[in-house]
């Protein structure tokens, strides 16, 4: 959605203040916006918000005090990509629908051709309600396209359909208005990115190079795809990923516990993570001083997370293998052994690749026999095109 013009319309509802996640999306998106506000929408949400967000002026009168004395609306039926109704009242609905244009919001609507979407906040009677009913069914008639609000407790404490979709499904919307391929829409994936710390003593620990770009890069893509994603990351430099619930963990046993807890109903399952394949036996409590002797740290071997939760799982699993020799052979042993859809290999020694780089080569195997060679890119490139080869095998 980079340098996309969107409009974002927030209307009346007490899920205003949610627009402001949905704009920060957007902007982290590389998208332009510009945000109008009803009268209404401003007893909830100050524009000062909106505006800190977007860097632009908030659109809030029909006939404001600037130069173009309320021509701003027929200037967007020319520049806007779309326009996002969130959240969106039945007043608006209505309106939108038949054709009402009696102040900025309800003017635009009818004025701009843009593909449109709105996103449902009221209450449950209002949705019910039957002019609310017909409008809806208008909206969509005509190319627009309407979510279904969520079930739950509303701000009126009744249970019912009401509440402003989620966040995702708002994103995913406004992916479909500008027809972005979206194959992983209903389907969730689990990630695991970055490396492991195994305590040594309270300022000690054995881990690795592992910056977490790549299994990042792979969560990243499956969110632009529509996937509902989970994202298991170990210590890293790297911001958390909008729309992804983050869970952080730091030792290879509360990784294999969250991937435990949360791989049974996945459909994808990309273990990226650098797990540590030993960690020490007795890690002191306290800080071990250095003195003139030599000192031993007895090891241990951690947990398989791959062989435990082998058979647990109805996903997909894309493993990856990083090595600095006879990496074709060990990532066929791991293939086997370990009960793997797909091993991705990499190598450690490898200029430009593996760890510490923006960029990566890496070899796919198969379990039905395929194998896939990638050439040195960027990794948010080389995610897309395994997940390109993921999907279409």
């Given at each position: 959605m980079k340098d996309k013009n969107?409009l974002?319309i927030v209307t009346?509802?007490i899920?205003a203040y949610?627009a402001?996640?949905v704009?920060r999306?957007l902007?982290?998106?590389g998208?332009?916006i510009?945000?109008?506000?009803?009268?209404?929408?401003l007893e909830?949400?100050?524009?000062?918000?909106?505006?800190?967000?977007t860097d632009?002026?908030?659109?809030?009168e029909?006939?404001?005090?600037t130069?173009?004395?309320?021509?701003?609306?027929?200037?967007?039926?020319i520049?806007?990509d779309?326009i996002?109704?969130?959240?969106?009242?039945?007043?608006?609905i209505?309106?939108?629908?038949?054709?009402v244009a009696?102040?900025?919001v309800?003017?635009t609507l009818?004025?701009?051709e843009?593909?449109a979407?709105f996103?449902?906040?009221?209450?449950?009677?209002?949705?019910?309600?039957?002019?609310?009913?017909?409008?809806v069914?208008k909206?969509?008639?005509?190319?627009s396209?309407?979510?279904?609000p969520?079930e739950?407790q509303?701000?009126?404490l009744?249970?019912g359909?009401?509440?402003?979709?989620d966040?995702?499904?708002?994103?995913?919307g406004?992916?479909?208005?500008?027809?972005l391929?979206?194959?992983?829409v209903?389907?969730?994936?689990?990630?695991t990115?970055?490396?492991?710390?195994?305590a040594?003593d309270?300022?000690?620990?054995?881990s690795?190079?592992s910056?977490g770009?790549m299994?990042?890069a792979l969560?990243?893509?499956?969110?632009?795809?529509g996937?509902?994603v989970?994202?298991v990351?170990g210590?890293?430099s790297?911001?958390?990923?909008?729309?992804?619930?983050?869970i952080y963990?730091?030792?290879a046993?509360e990784?294999a516990?969250s991937?435990q807890s949360?791989?049974?109903d996945?459909d994808?399952?990309f273990?990226?993570?650098?797990?540590?394949d030993y960690?020490?036996?007795?890690?002191?409590?306290?800080?071990?001083k250095?003195?003139s002797?030599n000192?031993?740290?007895?090891?241990?071997?951690?947990?398989?997370?791959?062989?435990?939760?082998?058979?647990k799982?109805?996903?997909?699993?894309i493993?990856?293998?990083?090595?600095t020799?006879?990496g074709?052979?060990?990532?066929?042993?791991k293939?086997?052994?370990?009960?793997v859809?797909y091993?991705?290999?990499?190598?450690?020694n490898?200029k430009?690749a593996?760890?510490?780089s923006s960029?990566?080569r890496?070899t796919?195997?198969?379990?039905?026999?395929n194998?896939l060679?990638?050439?040195?890119?960027r990794k948010?490139?080389i995610?897309?095109k395994?997940?390109?080869?993921?999907?279409?095998?």
């Amino acid at each position: 959605m980079k340098d996309k013009n969107i409009l974002i319309i927030v209307t009346g509802s007490i899920a205003a203040y949610k627009a402001c996640e949905v704009v920060r999306l957007l902007r982290k998106e590389g998208a332009n916006i510009q945000v109008m506000m009803s009268k209404s929408a401003l007893e909830f949400v100050g524009r000062a918000t909106f505006a800190a967000l977007t860097d632009h002026e908030v659109i809030t009168e029909m006939f404001p005090n600037t130069p173009k004395a309320g021509l701003e609306h027929i200037e967007m039926a020319i520049k806007l990509d779309a326009i996002v109704v969130v959240p969106a009242t039945a007043n608006t609905i209505c309106k939108a629908a038949n054709g009402v244009a009696d102040d900025v919001v309800s003017t635009t609507l009818s004025v701009c051709e843009q593909p449109a979407l709105f996103a449902p906040a009221m209450n449950f009677r209002m949705w019910q309600n039957p002019a609310t009913m017909d409008a809806v069914d208008k909206l969509r008639k005509n190319g627009s396209l309407v979510l279904d609000p969520e079930e739950g407790q509303l701000a009126s404490l009744h249970e019912g359909e009401g509440r402003l979709p989620d966040v995702s499904v708002i994103m995913n919307g406004i992916r479909t208005l500008f027809e972005l391929p979206l194959p992983l829409v209903g389907k969730k994936v689990l990630v695991t990115a970055g490396p492991t710390r195994e305590a040594i003593d309270p300022v000690r620990f054995i881990s690795n190079r592992s910056s977490g770009k790549m299994g990042y890069a792979l969560a990243k893509a499956t969110r632009d795809l529509g996937a509902e994603v989970k994202l298991v990351s170990g210590p890293v430099s790297l911001p958390p990923l909008p729309e992804a619930e983050m869970i952080y963990v730091e030792t290879a046993k509360e990784m294999a516990d969250s991937v435990q807890s949360n791989c049974i109903d996945v459909d994808y399952l990309f273990m990226v993570a650098a797990v540590a394949d030993y960690s020490p036996i007795n890690p002191s409590d306290k800080k071990i001083k250095r003195n003139s002797e030599n000192e031993s740290i007895e090891l241990k071997p951690a947990l398989d997370i791959l062989k435990s939760i082998k058979g647990k799982t109805k996903g997909k699993v894309i493993a990856f293998a990083l090595e600095t020799h006879d990496g074709e052979s060990e990532a066929q042993r791991k293939l086997s052994e370990k009960g793997v859809d797909y091993i991705v290999l990499n190598y450690a020694n490898e200029k430009g690749a593996g760890f510490e780089s923006s960029t990566n080569r890496v070899t796919i195997f198969s379990k039905s026999g395929n194998q896939l060679e990638l050439k040195k890119d960027r990794k948010d490139r080389i995610a897309q095109k395994i997940i390109e080869h993921v999907l279409n095998n």
